[in-house]
């Protein structure tokens, strides 16, 4: 009986190391920088790093655009205070008489050469 349990145990301990084998080789494969996973995941990481980039550059430049937007919509509320500053003065102008008769102009006669 001893035997037979001493069988059983070298068979298991052969079956799980041929497993753990297998499982070993597969493991390989799956890592593998080319094909496998691991090469996906070194790619997709590639490509979140370049992504990063990316968004940092167009943050900088988001920004620079607003602050020029901003400086240029406090220059138009400048000028639009000086116009209705102006307009306001033209209010307080006398009124010109517009309908005065215009000067009559004397004919002008051209001179041809003839050859």
Do not use: W
Not at 1 to 27: H, K, N, P, S, W
Not at 51 to 73: E, F, I, R
Not at 88 to 97: G, K
Request: one cysteine or more.
């Amino acid at each position: 009986m001893e035997m037979i349990a001493d069988i059983l145990l070298v068979a298991g301990a052969l079956g799980a190391g041929f497993y753990c084998f297998i499982l070993a080789r597969r493991l390989t494969r799956f890592t593998d920088l080319e094909n496998g996973v691991g090469g996906a995941v070194a790619v997709l990481s590639a490509q979140v790093d370049d992504l990063t980039k990316t968004l940092h550059a167009a943050q900088a430049t988001a920004g620079d655009s607003s602050k020029s937007l901003q400086d240029l919509t406090d220059r138009a509320d400048d000028v639009a205070r000086r116009l209705e500053l102006l307009v306001a003065s033209m209010h307080d102008l006398p009124q010109t008489n517009s309908s005065a008769p215009a000067e009559s102009a004397d004919p002008v006669f051209v001179r041809h050469s003839r050859n």
